[in-house]
Nanobody
C-alpha cells in the first residue's frame, strides 16, 4: 500500500510558476514509477508527467513539454512537479499517482493522492 499526499497548489498569474510536491509513505518508494495527472472542470483526468524509479527517464504530455519538469528525491520519498510559464488552461486539480508498472503509471496508476488545486488567472 502506498499513500500519497500532495502540496504546493495555489493561485498564480499567467506566466508564473508553482512547484508541487508529493510525499509518499512506505520504504519502497524507489520501486514505483511516479506521475502527475490533472483534471479540469468538466473534463476527463489527463496525464501530465511521469518519472522512472531512479529518475533516469521522464515522460510529458505535449501540452506541458518544455514548461513543466518532474523530478524525484528517493531519500525523501518525494516527487516534484515544477511548473513554469503557467497558462489559464493549466487550471485543474493536480493528482500525484504511482504504480510499479511503467505502462500503468502512464495511464491508470494504482495509487492516487487526494489532489491539489492549481488556478492560473489571466
Amino acid at each position: 500500500q502506498v499513500q500519497l499526499v500532495e502540496s504546493g497548489g495555489g493561485l498564480v498569474q499567467a506566466g508564473g510558476s508553482l512547484r508541487l510536491s508529493c510525499a509518499a509513505s512506505g520504504r519502497t518508494f524507489s520501486s514505483y514509477y511516479m506521475g502527475w495527472f490533472r483534471q479540469a472542470p468538466g473534463k476527463e483526468r489527463e496525464f501530465v508527467a511521469a518519472i522512472s524509479r531512479y529518475g533516469t527517464n521522464t515522460w510529458y504530455a505535449d501540452s506541458v513539454k518544455g514548461r513543466f519538469t518532474i523530478s524525484r528525491d528517493n531519500a525523501k520519498n518525494t516527487v516534484y512537479l515544477q511548473m513554469n510559464s503557467l497558462k489559464p488552461e493549466d487550471t485543474a486539480v493536480y493528482y500525484c499517482a504511482s504504480d510499479a508498472d511503467l505502462a500503468a503509471s502512464l495511464t491508470r496508476p494504482t495509487y492516487w493522492g487526494q489532489g491539489t488545486q492549481v488556478t492560473v488567472s489571466s
